[in-house]
């Protein structure tokens, strides 16, 4: 089955700078991969997603690029602001197996 | 439009205990799942539907029931409770089980098992 591997486990930014935030996975054929975002107390809900036949998408100060050869795929924060703190999950789906999810990133914003 | 909803959002079990989570969507999906998440261990697939009638086992489903009668509902039954089920539970919904198509999760319901 799929592997997604996600780093780091935690990251600490100074408010406004970037945040980068990694994912790797191993099935080739997976060709859907999503982000979502986990306030605390809450569900999950999705930022940003990529297919496979696309390298890079972005959406405001959030963007996600995407490496098949590599098999891997980033989230990149810009500028980034307090509400930004959160956990952050990535996933790789291939279709009729649903999605694996990473461990997940705990991003602390600091003022 | 509620979504997913799941209830209790907090529960305190015995050892040997069952329960019922409810989950129900008012978004006529046919995809809908339970995943557990555990500190470090992100979000596990315990079981899954791709509509009424038809559930599979994901990844962690020991210890676990689920069945789908109808579209909305999807109930998981943990039938005799350990503590090693304690954990916080999410239900999702999807419009079908295909890439790309958005799942939506609930709030989580909190099972303690003392």
């Known amino acids: 089955g799929e592997n997604v591997e996600q780093h780091p486990s935690t990251l600490s930014v100074q408010e406004g700078d970037s945040a980068v935030i990694k994912c790797t996975y191993s099935?080739?054929?997976?060709?859907?991969f999503p982000w979502y975002k986990q306030e605390l107390g809450k569900g999950p809900q999705l930022i940003i997603d990529i297919r496979s036949n696309v390298g890079e998408k972005k959406d405001q100060r959030i963007a996600v690029t995407l490496n098949k050869t590599a098999k891997h795929f980033s989230l990149h924060i810009t500028e980034t602001q307090p509400e930004d703190s959160a956990v952050y999950f990535c996933?790789?789906?291939?279709?009729?197996?649903?999605?694996?999810f990473g461990k997940g990133t705990h991003l602390i914003i600091q003022p | 439009n509620a979504g997913v909803t799941q209830t209790p959002k907090f529960q305190v079990l015995k050892t040997g205990q069952s329960m019922t989570l409810q989950c129900a969507q008012d978004m006529n999906h046919e995809y809908m799942s339970w995943y557990r998440q555990d500190p470090g261990m992100g979000l596990r697939l315990i079981h899954y539907s791709v509509g009424a009638g038809i559930t599979d086992q994901g990844e962690v489903p020991n210890g676990y029931n689920v069945s789908r009668s109808t579209t909305e509902d999807f109930p998981l039954r943990l039938l005799s409770a350990a503590p090693s089920q304690t954990s916080v539970y999410f239900c999702?919904?999807?419009?079908?089980?295909?890439?790309?198509?958005?799942?939506?999760f609930g709030e989580g319901s909190w099972l303690t098992v003392v």
């Open positions: 996933a790789a789906e291939r279709g009729a197996d649903g999605l694996t």
């Open positions: 999702a919904s999807s419009y079908s089980l295909q890439a790309s198509n958005t799942i939506y």
């Open positions: 099935d080739s054929a997976s060709n859907y």
